[in-house]
Structures are given as structure tokens and as C-alpha cells.
């Protein structure tokens, strides 16, 4: 049994929201009594592999693409749609919650499931594996589109759902020298944390810390990348950049010391406060650098554990 | 107002020796050089965060009365030399930047 | 004290957040450095700078802070205006400087932020 903390903001999604809020509406359905050929040009152009069979709005059966080549192999094209069809068929009804959904995909290994108007009977929509995956993204805004924020896997977002270990990921690129649009990681980083339902607290934290590592990229190196990890134990980023590297790590530690020139003092960095800071908003921070070849920086935010006194940048 | 009074009454830590005795025509408080070289005025007193040994140039170019060090920040061994060098009182305080400021504007209303 | 409040102290011109002006500011921060902004100022404060750059306002969106107030005049861009408006920051341009700024502010009773308890 997990406890409330551990549940992230999807899994939570799965039990709020409903099987209609993400199901397909504009469905395509035929009659009982079409003939089979009539088929043909309906799967092709639609470029569907199931039609559910709809009498006087009732759902009656679900014909598919291999009931339709069955009948194309055995010479019965013309035969009606009702002597061909499967009707023993598993629906969902339209207000159950998303996680039923969920569960019938996985033991049953269908690709679709007709949804039924629980009132009425009548059939109000057809649900796929996919509607789900972008139903829950799109509740959660994200948007595939944003050059910053690559696509995670959907497929794997579902698998993740499944079991019970949802990890987000997201990435970003971090451009060298940019100072209009440095913050925009962590800015889109903040946004979604907080669409996500995480603790004001640690989304303060890991913005400032991203923040910071952020404009350590902009200013001393040649470009990187943000990667944030998101499961429902903590918080984990990684920066990584390709050059040039800190000669001394334990200098760079210390908070006052910086190689910064005097312009990005006057932009008001370089201050040799970044790092300090990082460290004190994280829960842990690991540094490693090679001069020559980069640095990478993995800082981490517990979720489980009740904030901690002194950590964060609020004490 | 001169720097030593302020130094007392404000609390500081004076880091170097002498020149306690100037008089301060007021205050400016910057934490970018370019804005202190810019419109700072002769005799002010510098509230800064920066510790870098560039503050002591630039107090001498503008013939600053002396330097206040916020939040705890100690000057870098390379701008106490310079400081020395340049007669140019350097102070430190735990105080925030807006308190020192809060306090030394009270006092230079109080006179 | 109110953002209203401030606006009437430093003679404030108010460039976004017009509908924030009765929001409460909990205490004072003067700062150039971001950092030091970052790893000190509280959340609810209000940050007075001379940093006219997009990086101030990122500053305050990271750190939770609703107001910036720029000193001496400095006129922002309108990229940072936007910026601003839409992170829902308040966004003030006095022409004092930050020492009368800091010290106005102070003398009518708003705390800094080492003295601010949550």
C-alpha cells in the first residue's frame, strides 16, 4: 500500500479523471445490416482496424479487419456485417475512472474498448491505449510540441502507470552565452512541477537550483543540458556540459570564489555564489569535472521524507 | 556625519586601518561597478556585496569615503591589500544590504 | 505594508500587476547579485535592484518573490515587461536610488529579511 505522499500527480490522474474525458466521440460505426464489402473502403480510409456495430444506437457488435480478410479469403463479401461480427464484446462505461481503463487493457491485451453510456446504453465513444496517454498529458499540459521539452516516451508512460512507478522525464538544451533566454529551463521546469501538484517548498528549491546551474551553463560553458527525472521518491536533475571544466572543485565550492569577468558581474552573476547555493538547496549534489571535457552535476530533492530542518534555502 | 560614527553606531567591523576620520557626504549602495563608477559622488559611502579587488579601483577613481561589506561577506586578501594601499576604509557587517541602508538613512535623517 | 503602499513611498510607476497593488509584502531585499537574491530573500518579499535585465525577473519567479521594484529610473525593456506580466510579477520603476530606496522603505516600517520571520 502506498502512501498519499508517494502517489504523483498521474497516478492520481488515472482514479480523478473518467473514461469519457478521454475517450474518441466522433466515432465511426455501421450498421448490423451493411454488407461486409462495404468494409473495405471504410477500415482503408479511415486507417482504423475495428468498427463497432451500432443498432438504433445500441451497441451490438465490433467487426475488425481480420473478420473482414476472413470473409475476403472465404469468398463472402456480401453477406451482412451482423452474421460476421464478434458479440461478445468487453466495454467500459463512460464515468468509470481511467484507471478501470487501464486495468482492461492490461489483462486483456485489446487495443480497444467501446465505451457505453451508463444512463442511456447507448454507445458514446471508443477508447484506445493512446487516447489515455494524451488525455493525461494534455491534463497535465504538457506540451509535446515545445522544442525544450522532448517527448517522453508515451508508450512507456503507460507501461510506467501500469506498474505503479511512474518516472517523467523531461530534457532541455541549454544554450551558450544566451542571457535573453537563459532561465527558460527552469522556468518550464518550475511550471510543470507545480501543474503536477509537487510542495511549493521543494518546487522553490529545485527551481533555484536549476536556476543557478543553468546560468553556470550560459556563462562559463560552451552549452549543455538539463535532464529532469521525476519519480514519486524524489527529484533528480542532471547537467551536463562539454567544456571547458573546473580545475578545482573545492575552490569552486567556496562560497565568494569565482573566475567570472567583470561583465557577467555587471549582469549580476559570477558572484561565486551558484554553486553554494545549489548545494544548499538540494538534498544531495554530486560534482564531477574534467578540464577539457565538462562537468556534470547531479543534484537530487527527496519527496518522501518529510522536509528536513535546515534544508533549503527557507531556513 | 564622519565614517568613524557610522562605523560605531552601525555596528561595523572596520577592516583597515585609519582614515576613520573622513567626512561622508552620503551613501550609494551598488552591487555593479559600472553603476557605482557611473553615479557615485565624491565622499559617498559604497554599500556592496562584491569583495572583488575591482572595488578598491573603483573607490579610488570616484574618491569614495569608504567601503561597507554586507551580509556577512569578507573582503578577498587581494582587495584588503589594496585597501590598505589606497587608504580606502574598508567595513564589514552580518547586516543585509536593505537593513545597513535602512539604518545609515535613519541616521543621516536623525542629524 | 501593502504594494500600494510602497508605489506612494518611492513615487513609484507601476508597470504590471495594477490589480496587485493591495497584495502584502512581507520584507525588504536590495540586491544586484542574483545569487545572493536567490540564496537569501523570502518568499512574499519585494526585490529592489538595479539589474535591469530578464535575469531579475527570472530571479523572482525562481525564489517566489511577486514584486521588483528597479531604482534610479531604469526603464525595462518590453520583453522583460512581458516577462514579467507573464510570470505575475509586479513590476515598479521609482527614480530614487537604491540607498534612499532601501532607507524610505525602511523608516516606514518594512523589515529586511533577516529580520522577517515566517
Known amino acids: 500500500m502506498i502512501g498519499e505522499r508517494d502517489i504523483t500527480k498521474v497516478q492520481e490522474l488515472v482514479y480523478e479523471m473518467k473514461v469519457e474525458q478521454v475517450m474518441t466521440k466522433d466515432i465511426i460505426s455501421v450498421s448490423p445490416h451493411s454488407l461486409m464489402i462495404e468494409l473495405r473502403d471504410l477500415l482503408r480510409e479511415k486507417r482504423i482496424s475495428g468498427v463497432p456495430v451500432v443498432d438504433e444506437g445500441r451497441l451490438v457488435g465490433l467487426v475488425s479487419i481480420e473478420d473482414f480478410i476472413k470473409c475476403l479469403a472465404e469468398g463472402e463479401i456480401d453477406i451482412p456485417i451482423k452474421d460476421r461480427m464478434s458479440i461478445n464484446i468487453k466495454t467500459l462505461y463512460n464515468n468509470e475512472p481511467l484507471v478501470q481503463a487501464v486495468e482492461e487493457f492490461d489483462r486483456t491485451g485489446y487495443g480497444r474498448f467501446p465505451v457505453i453510456d451508463r444512463e442511456s446504453g447507448e454507445l458514446v465513444g471508443i477508447i484506445t491505449k493512446g487516447d489515455i496517454v494524451r488525455g493525461l498529458l494534455k491534463k497535465i499540459e504538457i506540451e509535446y510540441h515545445a522544442e525544450e521539452i522532448h517527448r517522453y516516451r508515451a508508450s512507456h508512460f503507460f507501461e510506467d502507470i501500469v506498474a505503479d512507478k511512474t518516472t517523467l522525464i523531461f530534457q532541455y538544451k541549454v544554450i551558450s552565452k544566451d542571457f535573453n533566454r537563459a532561465g527558460q529551463t527552469s522556468s518550464g521546469l518550475k511550471k510543470t512541477l507545480r501543474r503536477m501538484g509537487m510542495p511549493s517548498k521543494v518546487i522553490r528549491r529545485v527551481a533555484i537550483a536549476t536556476y543557478e546551474a543553468e546560468m553556470n551553463i550560459v556563462v562559463f560553458t560552451d552549452g549543455g543540458q538539463i535532464t529532469a527525472r521525476i519519480t514519486p521518491q524524489e527529484i533528480r536533475i542532471d547537467i551536463v556540459d562539454s567544456g571547458p571544466g573546473i580545475p578545482d572543485i573545492e575552490k569552486a565550492m567556496q562560497p565568494g570564489f569565482s573566475t567570472a569577468p567583470d561583465w557577467i558581474r555587471e549582469l549580476g552573476f559570477g558572484a561565486g555564489m551558484g554553486l553554494p547555493n545549489i548545494k544548499k538547496c538540494s538534498d544531495q549534489m554530486n560534482l564531477d569535472s574534467t578540464v577539457g571535457k565538462g562537468t556534470h552535476l547531479e543534484i537530487t530533492f527527496n519527496l518522501n521524507e518529510k522536509m528536513k530542518l535546515g534544508s533549503g534555502n527557507d531556513s | 556625519m564622519v565614517l568613524g560614527t557610522i562605523a560605531d553606531k552601525l555596528g561595523l567591523e572596520v577592516k583597515t586601518s585609519g582614515g576613520l576620520t573622513a567626512e561622508v557626504t552620503g551613501a550609494y549602495v551598488s552591487d555593479l561597478l559600472s553603476d557605482v563608477i557611473g553615479n557615485s559622488e565624491k565622499g559617498n559611502i559604497w554599500i556592496t556585496l562584491q569583495v572583488h579587488p575591482n572595488i578598491i579601483a573603483v573607490a579610488t577613481l570616484k574618491e569614495l569615503a569608504g567601503i561597507i561589506l554586507v551580509n556577512s561577506r569578507q573582503p578577498e586578501e587581494e582587495t584588503l591589500k589594496k585597501a590598505e594601499e589606497e587608504q580606502i576604509p574598508l567595513m564589514t557587517t552580518e547586516l543585509p544590504t536593505f537593513q545597513v541602508a535602512g539604518r545609515l538613512y535613519k541616521l543621516i535623517g536623525e542629524c | ?118
Open chain 3, 1 to 118: 505594508m501593502t504594494v500600494k503602499e510602497i508605489v506612494k513611498i518611492l513615487d513609484c510607476r507601476v508597470l504590471t500587476g495594477e490589480r496587485n497593488l493591495d497584495s502584502e509584502v512581507k520584507a525588504g531585499c536590495g540586491c544586484d547579485l542574483m545569487s545572493d537574491v536567490l540564496a537569501f530573500i523570502k518568499p512574499g518579499a519585494i526585490l529592489l535592484t538595479g539589474l535591469n535585465n530578464p535575469q531579475a525577473i527570472r530571479t523572482a519567479e525562481m525564489s517566489d518573490v511577486g514584486v521588483v521594484c528597479f531604482v534610479r529610473g531604469k526603464q525595462p525593456s518590453e520583453e522583460l515587461i512581458a516577462l514579467a506580466r507573464e510570470n505575475e510579477i509586479t513590476l515598479l520603476t521609482t527614480s530614487l536610488p537604491m540607498f534612499d530606496a532601501c532607507g524610505k522603505l525602511y523608516t516606514n516600517g518594512l523589515v529586511g529579511w533577516s529580520e522577517y520571520k515566517e
